[in-house]
């Protein structure tokens, strides 16, 4: 029995694993506090802010009195533009009572896996992955099944690969596209694969397709453009990414309406209900549409290339180029070999006292199939890519 001070610990949340991208923006933002020029790779933000009219709606709303509690599944103006907007952007039929808005996207995850998982069931999850998926399942009692992702079958999840990994005790299958650390998407034709078997096998696939709008080649495809959608899936997305809201908090669920009301009773325990004049101005945003974005995505495309381009020249690294999301996953294992480092955890914390450069270990995510290599975020502008790049070839050349 562990305990914190004189508190005795409850066994589920010793299970928590928490995201090591907030322990490194700390370490970061400590090194910048005693005067380092520290340059950041490391926590997955968007480097933008929301647009100005955005922030505008936000004070119009506040104004207009949008400052008491909501619906614990969010306020309808949210729940309505997001089913217009998902309908006409991916071409399906999305119902505003098959929407629950959530304090962020980890609480959506959060909920899905409290409300659908018992006790021994498995969760099949990406690794590597974003941490929260295995921690989440950890903390319910159930086991996480690791779906490797590696050089051997390009970092993608493919249905071949899931339907070996599927058991009789398999309850829910995670997945994230764009992913999150190694940037690729899932094709068409798996995505369509595994919703099928998921339906048929009565198991939920839990789809984390935040990153959707960070795409640069190619289309996304959607869980939600499966025909069998609602007897199966637990979609998750937010306005994190795509509107630099990160500290908005919020995000939302597309599901069966039936779960939702499940889910509206966890959410009233838990929170209540998310930010209300936060919500109306990310309905106004959504009814906006997303002319805005198109230049932003131009510069990460062109962020992505200058960062690939750069990780490429260092000898030793193999590095490949992503297709969506804004982060890189570069393999240094030769790297760590040559300069007898003792792991990737070791490169990563040598960079950051010693040249203030900050990536994140590779196994932060959240185990072995990270090991040997750093996740770098390209959200950051093109002159700390060149500038951070270079200071790694520095270290390597004088270690
Ligand atoms: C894959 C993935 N899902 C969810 C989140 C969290 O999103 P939110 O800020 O909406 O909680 C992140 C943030 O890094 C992420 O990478």
């Known amino acids: 029995m562990k305990a914190a001070g004189a508190f005795k610990l409850n066994e589920s949340v010793l299970r928590l694993g928490a995201e090591e991208a907030f322990v490194y923006l700390a370490r970061g933002l400590e090194l910048k506090r005693k005067g380092v020029d520290v340059i950041s790779f490391g926590i997955g933000q968007p480097d933008f802010q929301p647009p100005d009219f955005v922030i505008e709606e936000a004070y119009r709303a506040m104004k207009e009195g949008y400052n008491g509690y909501g619906p614990s599944l969010g306020m309808p103006e949210l729940r309505e533009a997001i089913a217009e907007f998902l309908s006409s952007e991916r071409g399906v039929d999305v119902k505003p009572s098959e929407v629950a808005i959530t304090v962020g996207a980890k609480a959506a995850v959060f909920m899905g896996m409290l409300s659908l998982l018992e006790p021994g069931d498995e969760v099949i999850v990406p690794d590597p992955g974003y941490p929260l998926y295995e921690s989440v399942a950890r903390f319910v009692g159930a086991r996480p099944v690791y779906l490797r992702l590696h050089g051997g079958n390009g970092y993608k999840v493919r249905y071949e690969d899931v339907e070996k990994l599927v058991s009789e005790r398999t309850r829910m299958i995670v997945l994230n596209y764009p992913e999150n650390p190694v940037g690729t998407t899932i094709d068409r034709r798996d995505v369509e694969a595994i919703v099928e078997l998921a339906c048929r096998r009565g198991i939920v696939v839990l789809s984390d397709e935040i990153y959707d709008h960070f795409v640069y080649e190619g289309s996304h495809f959607s869980t939600l453009q499966v025909s069998e959608w609602r007897n199966c899936v637990y979609y998750v997305n937010?306005?994190?990414?795509?509107?630099?809201?990160?500290?908005?908090?919020?995000?939302?669920v597309v599901t069966n309406s039936a779960l939702l009301e499940r889910l509206?009773?966890?959410?009233?325990?838990?929170?209540?209900?998310?930010?209300?004049?936060a919500q109306i101005a990310a309905a106004r945003a959504l009814?906006?549409?997303?002319?805005?974005?198109?230049?932003?995505?131009?510069?990460?495309?062109?962020?992505?290339?200058?960062?690939?381009?750069?990780?490429?020249?260092?000898?030793?690294?193999?590095?490949?180029?992503?297709?969506?999301?804004?982060?890189?996953?570069?393999?240094?294992?030769?790297?760590?070999?040559e300069k007898g480092l003792r792991s990737e955890r070791e490169l990563a914390d040598r960079l950051l006292h010693e040249k203030g450069v900050v990536v994140l270990p590779g196994t932060a995510f959240p185990r072995d199939g990270g090991v040997g290599h750093l996740r770098f975020s390209f959200a950051v502008d093109e002159s700390s890519i060149e500038r951070g790049i270079a200071r790694i070839l520095e270290w390597l050349e004088a270690a």
């Open 238 to 252: 937010g306005f994190s990414k795509t509107f630099g809201m990160t500290g908005w908090r919020l995000g939302y």
């Open 264 to 277: 509206s009773v966890v959410a009233n325990n838990m929170y209540s209900c998310p930010p209300t004049f």
């Open 287 to 337: 009814r906006h549409g997303l002319g805005w974005f198109k230049s932003i995505l131009e510069g990460y495309r062109r962020r992505r290339d200058l960062m690939y381009e750069k990780l490429s020249g260092i000898p030793g690294v193999k590095v490949r180029r992503p297709e969506g999301a804004f982060y890189m996953f570069p393999d240094f294992s030769e790297v760590i070999r």
